[in-house]
Nanobody, 130 residues
Framework: QEELVESGGASVQSGGSLTLSCSVS????????MAWFRQAPGKEREGVAVYNDETPMYADAVKGRFTISQDNVKNIVYLQMNSLVPDDTAMYYC?????????????????????????WGQGTQVTVSS
């Protein structure tokens, strides 16, 4: 059974830090790469970070502030978020993305609506206040 469960979302003040975790089960890493997306109210879902073949890639909006990492022993994917700003407020989703779609976050934004794009978690809310 493939399942992704996010945790770690919270309300923080601008400038603060959070670490999101995604507990992964039943995912064959030879067929998927792991990624984080987010969706703010009234906005499109967007790719934030992807970890593919031990190479992280980031959206321009989070580059230098967010770090994605993957522990294949514990089967957990992390998103370390520093220097948070109110624009980071969103529901954050963990995704196991089909390898055919594992490109930079900006590219994945064209495909995430496809039914065969990824396996999704339920999301965890991050709220950043000024």
């Amino acid at each position: 059974q493939e399942e992704l469960v996010e945790s770690g979302g919270a309300s923080v003040q601008s400038g603060g830090s959070l670490t999101l975790s995604c507990s992964v089960s039943g995912i064959d890493y030879s067929s998927y790469c792991m990624a984080w997306f987010r969706q703010a109210p009234g906005k499109e879902r967007e790719g934030v970070a992807v970890y593919n073949d031990e190479t992280p890639m980031y959206a321009d909006a989070v580059k230098g502030r967010f770090t994605i990492s993957q522990d294949n022993v514990k089967n957990i994917v992390y998103l370390q978020m520093n220097s948070l700003v109110p624009d980071d407020t969103a529901m954050y989703y963990c995704a196991a993305v089909q390898l055919a779609f594992c490109y930079a976050p900006a590219a994945m934004n064209y495909w995430w609506r496809r039914s065969d794009f990824a396996i999704w978690g339920q999301g965890t809310q991050v709220t950043v206040s000024s």
